[in-house]
């Protein structure tokens, strides 16, 4: 099985910063999907995460399309759910199932799953739900009601369960920068 992890663009709309300064702030990696990554490496699925901030716009769309995967999971943020919703688009039409999760999601649940080319929404910590998630898509039975943190649609109406958080921290494998492309990522307080 195929799972795409994907980090939107982020394009600033109204900043007053000069661009140099914009820059100069730095690029941080996604932990929260190279979190969701190395859990689901660590219960057997491959992953591969695509990061807009440090890849261009154009190659992430080109890569979806590409990937074939069989699960796309797409994070959005509000100032960013535009970008991620075309995301969502393109990795349904390459036929894969999708699946958006991040603050946006889990502030606007229902809004988001409105869009008939979301499959499944992911309400607060996504580890385990992306995992629930990657055994449904394999034809596990799983009563979907009972997967905390899982938005999903079940004739014609939204379901959004529970939000998920983990409290155990210590069961989560550290996050897959193995995956990344961490010679990309920068901040204004450290070079890398």
């Known amino acids: ?13 109204s900043t007053r910063l000069p661009e140099s300064l914009n820059r100069a702030e730095g690029t941080y990696p996604p932990l929260g999907i190279a979190y969701i ?4 490496e660590k219960n057997g699925y491959r ?4 990061d807009a901030a440090v890849v261009p716009e ?3 769309q080109d890569e979806i399309a590409r990937e074939k ?3 796309v999971g797409v ?3 509000t100032p960013t759910v535009r970008n991620a919703l075309q995301m969502a688009e393109k990795a349904k039409e390459s036929g894969a199932e999708v699946v958006i999760g991040g603050p ?4 606007y649940p229902k809004e988001t799953m409105s869009f008939d080319f979301v499959d499944y929404g992911v309400v607060g910590e996504g580890e385990h739900a992306m995992l ?5 898509v394999e034809g596990e039975r799983i009563n979907k009601a009972e997967v905390r943190g899982l938005a999903y649609r079940e004739n014609g109406r939204i379901h959004i369960n529970e939000a998920d958080v983990v409290e155990a921290l210590d069961e989560l494998p550290f996050p897959a920068r193995h995956l990344l492309e961490n010679e990309k990522y920068s901040s204004v307080i450290g070079l890398h």
């Open 37 to 40: 990554a190395s859990f689901l």
């Open 75 to 77: 994070a959005a943020m």
């Open 1 to 13: 099985m195929k799972i795409l992890l994907v980090n939107p663009p982020a394009h600033n709309i």
């Open 58 to 60: 154009e190659r992430v």
């Open 104 to 107: 946006h999601l889990s502030a």
């Open 69 to 71: 995967a069989d699960v």
């Open 132 to 136: 629930s998630i990657a055994k449904l």
């Open 47 to 50: 992953a591969r995460i695509l």
